[in-house]
């Protein structure tokens, strides 16, 4: 595997193919090489590097093998439907959430499968779902259900949960350990997470889902 080196020397390799848009950087702190993930996304690797969001109502599933250490992390929410002004589900849109829930963690879990990964030796960690807004349907348990759901269903290993609660997390996952850090955040201003999230739901709703897909 090729690779390159940043401004202060830190050896960067390359990330997998089709993850080359995601942003990359050396953290200060902990000196380690991490990918920086945005709602919507997904990131898989292969190296000992490190993966970070902030979540709010969006969910992160940490997923890796435990026998080969590769693994990979994404941020996503569920689609809802506005009805009479207020967030909800629409008896017509549920079938349509649960397959862009299915969508957004088989498309990862096959990722990180194409690597070598064993399927039966994948371990889950769950975290996210906040109501980090008073007063408003709480998005993020909804969120949070459909993930637990989603593991159980398909048998897998589900590890670790930290989920629910009034605060948005900042999340830090190394695939190749299984180690997940969670740091929730009282100081930050919860309106410019909602605000991302909010743009998020808007695009996820006018966006359809591309076809059904299976797991290995």
């Excluded at 690797?45 to 992390?73: D, P, Q, Y």
């Excluded at 929730?184 to 591309?210: C, F, G, W």
Aim: glycine fraction near 8%; proline fraction near 3%.
């Amino acid at each position: 595997m090729s690779h390159f080196l940043n401004k202060n020397n830190a050896e960067i390799l390359e990330p997998l193919s089709g993850f080359e848009n995601i942003n990359r950087y050396v953290d200060k702190q902990s000196h380690a090489v991490t990918a920086k993930i945005l709602p919507g996304e997904y990131y898989v690797t292969m190296n000992s590097e490190l993966i970070t969001t902030v979540l709010g109502s969006c969910i992160s599933a940490c997923i890796r093998c435990k026998v080969f250490g590769v693994g990979g992390m994404n941020h996503f929410m569920l689609p809802m439907s506005r009805q009479n002004g207020h967030d909800s589900w629409i008896d017509g849109n549920i079938s349509e959430a649960t397959r862009y829930g299915n969508y957004a963690m088989e498309h990862m879990i096959n990722d990180i499968l194409k690597q070598g990964a064993s399927r039966k030796h994948l371990e889950v960690k769950l975290v996210g779902g906040g109501q980090i807004i008073k007063n408003m349907s709480d998005v993020g348990k909804r969120n949070a259900e459909f993930a637990i759901e989603y593991v159980n269903a398909e048998n897998l290993d589900l590890v670790g949960v930290d989920v629910g609660d009034i605060y948005p997390r900042k999340v830090i996952y190394d695939p190749m350990t299984g180690k997940v850090k969670v740091k929730k955040l009282r100081s930050l201003h919860n309106e410019t997470i909602a605000k991302r999230e909010e743009e998020y739901q808007h695009e996820i709703e006018d966006k359809p889902v591309a076809g059904e897909i299976e797991l290995f």
